[in-house]
């Protein structure tokens, strides 16, 4: 009896751990990318697929973001690595770069920056600005940069990481760019588990 006890207060513990994990705010993905012209200092927003309408970007208020190595929050200017690529967190794929600084933007009036941004104001009408674009996971340790450096070094860089460029991402299913999809999947192994073993111990009780 002891024994049924505790397997069904772990699982229940694993259902939950999950459960919870998975209705989290998902950690940014590490989005490692190469651009046509230097983009660095520019800010991006997302655009529809087909480029014809602007979907989302930032309040000016917004633009300063938590690092998930310092805890800081600072201006979300692209990390460099190595061989010219570039890392960002969360970077869609749809995003486009507008001709305004980091520092500009963040000294527009939030109740009125809406009528200021347009796509006239994309660099160069850049609507495609990639070269190069991979999703990395979530973000894991400071150790992510060291890593991802090896992977570059290493031309393991599309073997480790899915490429993310607009006319590749049809075609792939990447279960880690799914945010707790894997946790739904354990919590749902987790419930079979727990329906298995009520079964078994009522069988072996008759």
């Known amino acids: 009896m002891k024994i049924k006890t505790f397997l069904l207060a772990l699982i229940l ?3 939950t751990s999950s459960l919870a994990n998975a209705m989290l705010e998902p950690t940014p993905h590490l989005i490692v990318y190469k651009t046509k012209a230097n983009y660095n200092d520019l800010v991006p927003i997302t655009l529809s697929d087909d480029n014809s309408e602007m979907i989302s970007f930032a309040d000016p208020t917004d633009i300063y973001r ?4 310092t805890g800081k929050k600072e201006l979300p200017y692209p990390i460099k690595l190595n061989q010219g690529y570039l890392l960002r967190y969360g970077l869609s ?3 486009a770069f507008l001709d305004v600084t980091y520092e500009e933007y963040s000294s527009l009036d939030s109740a009125s920056y809406k009528k200021f941004i347009s796509l006239d104001m994309v660099k160069n009408k850049d609507y495609d600005p990639f070269l190069e674009m991979y999703d990395c996971g979530e973000w894991q340790s400071k150790d992510d940069i ?3 450096n090896n992977f570059i070094n290493q031309g393991k860089l599309k073997k480790e990481c899915v490429s993310r460029l607009k006319t590749n991402i049809a075609s792939q299913t990447n279960i880690a760019s799914k945010p707790g999809q894997l946790y739904l999947i354990y919590w749902v192994i987790g419930i ?3 329906v298995v073993l009520c079964l078994f111990f009522k069988k072996r009780k008759k």
């Open 93 to 95: 794929s749809n995003a």
């Open 13 to 15: 513990f694993f259902l």
């Open 66 to 69: 938590r690092n998930p190595d």
């Open 146 to 148: 060291e890593r991802i």
């Open 192 to 194: 079979m588990v727990v």
